[in-house]
Structures are given as C-alpha cells and as structure tokens.
C-alpha cells in the first residue's frame, strides 16, 4: 500500500465520505476508519435531515430565522445562509445516489416536524435516517477505485510538514506514517468525554486534538448540545436516543408525578428548541426533588408508531417498555458539539491545506444550540466545500511529500487507568446542562495536571494513551472556555 495519498480523510461518517464522493476521480484518497465501518455518530441520527426542497409553503429565509432563533443568534449568519440555500442542492444529489427517504401516499416526500422548526422540512427514512444516508453513501465510496478504507486503524498523532500533512497510525500490523497533500479531519463529536451520551465509542475529540496540537484554531468548544430525551438508564454509558421527532409528532414531557410540566417554562412547550427543554427538565428536577422523568406518545394510534418508529420501538421493547402502551423514562444527556476546529465557509482550518468537516468542526452555522436535523445537513455541505476548494488548488501543491517523525516511546511505560474516568466525572458535575463555575474552576485545575502528566510522561502511544489524551485535551480546552 501506498504511505503518499493526495488526500488523507480521518473519519468515515457523513462529512468524510460525501467529501470522498465529491473529490476529483484522478486524485488518491485514503480514508481512516478507526473502528468498523458502520460506527459513527451520523449513522444514529435518528430524526432526520432538514432542509427547504420542492416545498409550495417553505422557503429558506423560514429556516434561516429558525437556525437563528434555536441558536440564540449566536450563529454565524454568513455559514447559516450558505446551510439553507444549498440544502435542496445536496438532498437532491443523495437522492440520486440512492438514498430512499419516506414518500406520502401520493408518492411526495413526507416530511416531518422537531423542535425548533416552524415548518414541517425534515427528510426521513423512517427513523433510522442517518444509517440510510451513511450506508448509501458507503456504498457509492466503496465502488470508487481512487479510495482506500482502512478499518480499525487509530491515528495517534498529526503534524504538518513542508508539503501538507503527516499521519501517524497504528493497526494490528502496527505503526506507519502517512503522508498527504490535503487532510480532512471528520472524526465526529466528543460524547466520550461524559459519563452519559448517546454518541458512539468513537466519539472521543480526536481530530479536535489533532487541530489543537497543529496549532489550528478551536473556537467554542464549550457550546455542548444536552438531548432532552435520552432513554433513562443509567447502567451504560452510551444511552439511547429518542428522537426529537417523536415529540414532533405529539409526544408529551411528563414530570416524576406523571404531569406535564413545560407550559411552566416556555410557551412553546414540548417543540421548544432542544437547549430549553433539557434546561427546563434540569430546573424541574430541582424543583421536584427527583430525576424520574417521561415521554409520552401513547395516546397515539398503536400502527402509527410503530411503522413512524420502528426502531425506537424495537429499542425500547428490549428495554422492557411498550413506547404504544406507557411513558417512557427518559432524561437529558450530552448529543452533540456545536463548537470545535474553527472553519471558514470552505471548511478550511486557520492552517492551510488542512479542513474540517462535520460535527468536529465549527462552521458557526449552530450558534450556541443546535437546530434539529441541521447537523446532516452540514456534514453534506460544508464537505463538499471542502472537496471543491481542494480540487481548485490542485496545480499549486508540490508533487512530492514530505514524511515527519513520530515517536511511539515503545520503550516507556504504559499509561496508568483512571484518566477517562475521572475526565467523565469532573465534566458530567462541572459542564452539564447549567454550567457550574467554581465546579469547572477546580475540575479545570484536575483537568490541567492530569493533560501535563499525559503530555510529559513518555507513556507507550497506544491506543488507550491516545483515546486518554484527546478526552483530557478537550475537557482542558472546554473548562478553560468555561472560567474565562
């Protein structure tokens, strides 16, 4: 196998592989999966993916205004305009790649309502939305011959040299430095870093701390999005999701009493954006003294809900709760990242030559809470930017790399436990929904010792030190945000 590529694209969600389809046939792209194919936050989104196409009733300056508002205009509105006006652009090229989204009777798209939204413009396919469009696109990756995968394969470290970029990685046939022209960070979000997420193990910040340690520009990292209806069950880390698509379609919030509490909180009660509602049920927990809370759709037609939300469902049934039947326990946790490696509206980073795309990156398109199913969209996007910009500057990149050095300290200690763990339980107290300042202020100072001792203690580089370390930078990175 070839260590030069043209290009090197780390992560195998939404953003890395649209970027791959969008990208020149004549160039070598080499994409880096960390675990299998088929992990990775996009694939779970479950609700959908907005945007105005062939609507006689919606038009982008509607989404635009709902982008602004859930993100308390703090949103970047130049990113925001380019996120809608182009989103009937790459619904319709998916769409002939061959993702199948749910159509009405009359063979229409059925689109449907979240929070947030002031107008029903969510593409779905059923509510596994996100496997659909990541599986589709894998394919179509998968069929072209300038691509190489490589599965289960970690990066440990990046640097930037004379001619682009250097990548370290480690596999089961161990270490190799990669060498490229362009790299595309697109390694996801940062639900690691807590105790409780709904997103994927490999959902750890690495390409964050990547950009980071390059010197690239982070902006925002604190802006952590809490999803309001995460199925309460406390026993595993990674929590299921229960779309926000569900309260669309009439889902009520109950409290510990079993009585609807959001008419106290915000007038537009349970479509409220997502920010609101997860501060509403923590202000609601205090209020009652108890963390027992619930969604309820049961009042709904039992074949409805199941055919809507077959996998939520199934999902729940294995849990043993009838979503047609009972409310459901649900509580807030961490889902999403609006901030992350500062980008422009190419998804270029402060650093040339080196781009970031999806949830890892900050387009400044979320402001400080996303609107729901904007993130797809923005994987689709801002990626393809990314690939365009790329092609435009093919005739100015040198035509030979440069490989820089790593070292692995294969002749050091390995790393000791504890260092995730302790990261999870100082975030999950200090940043959780409402932010704790003399909380953050003495976890930032945990947080800080615990980043050196990583930094400065030649620990073996595997992949427990690398996973370690990318967690503890992004807390490091999030709290200092915090105490300023």
Do not use: W
């Amino acid at each position: 196998m070839s260590l030069n590529y043209d290009v090197i694209i780390a992560g195998c969600g939404a953003a890395g592989l649209y970027s791959a389809i969008n990208l020149p046939s004549s160039l070598r792209i080499l994409i880096v999966c960390k675990r299998e194919l088929s992990l990775c936050n996009s694939s779970l989104a479950q609700g959908g993916i907005a945007g105005v196409y062939n609507s006689p009733t919606d038009n982008i300056q509607y989404h635009l205004n709902d982008t602004l508002i859930a993100g308390g205009f703090k949103n970047n509105v130049d990113t925001v305009h380019t996120l809608v006006s182009e989103a009937s652009h790459d619904l319709e090229n998916i769409i002939k790649l061959g993702v199948d989204f749910d159509r009405n009777p009359d063979g229409t798209y059925h689109r449907t309502l979240e929070g947030g939204h002031s107008h029903h413009r969510i593409f779905h396919h059923a509510d596994a939305t996100g496997k659909e469009i990541t599986s589709t696109l894998l394919e179509n990756v998968k069929n072209l011959e300038n691509v190489t995968i490589m599965e289960n394969t970690i990066i440990c470290g990046t640097k930037k040299t004379s001619t682009g970029y250097s990548a370290f990685m480690k596999n089961e046939n161990g270490y190799e430095t990669y060498n490229c022209h362009f790299m595309i960070l697109a390694t996801g979000g940062i639900g690691r870093v807590y105790e409780f997420t709904t997103n994927s193990a490999i959902a750890t910040g690495d390409g964050i701390t990547f950009a980071y340690e390059m010197g690239a520009k982070i902006k925002n990292l604190s802006y952590v999005q809490f999803h309001p209806t995460a199925f309460n069950n406390r026993a595993t880390r990674e929590c299921f999701l229960i779309s926000e698509a569900v309260r669309g379609e009439g889902a009520y919030l109950l409290n510990c009493h079993k009585e609807r509490f959001m008419h106290n909180y915000d007038e537009r009660l349970e479509l409220a954006p997502r920010d609101v509602v997860s501060h509403s049920i923590v202000l609601e927990s205090r209020k009652q003294n108890s963390t027992e809370f619930f969604l309820d759709i049961s009042y709904k037609d039992n074949e409805f809900l199941k055919k809507r939300f077959p996998m939520i469902y199934e999902n729940l049934l294995k849990q043993g709760f009838d979503l047609t039947k009972e409310p459901v326990p649900i509580f807030p946790c961490q889902h999403y990242l609006m901030g992350g490696i500062d980008v422009d509206n190419n998804s270029e980073t402060s650093l040339p030559n080196l781009f970031a795309c999806g949830e890892c990156s900050h387009t400044g398109v979320h402001g400080s809470n996303r609107l729901a199913s904007n993130s797809l969209l923005e994987a689709l996007v801002f990626s393809r930017h990314a690939s365009k910009c790329i092609e435009s500057r093919l005739d100015s990149v040198p035509k030979d790399f440069e490989t820089a050095e790593f070292d692995a300290h294969l002749d050091g200690q390995h790393m000791p436990k504890g260092f995730r763990t302790e990261t999870r339980r100082i975030m999950q107290k200090s940043h959780f929904v409402i932010p704790d300042k003399k909380e953050a202020g003495e976890g930032f100072r945990k947080i800080s010792e615990m980043r050196d001792n990583l930094l400065n203690s030649g620990y073996v580089v595997d992949t427990d030190y690398v996973l370690a370390k990318s967690i503890v930078t992004v807390a490091y990175i999030i709290l200092s945000e915090v105490i300023q």
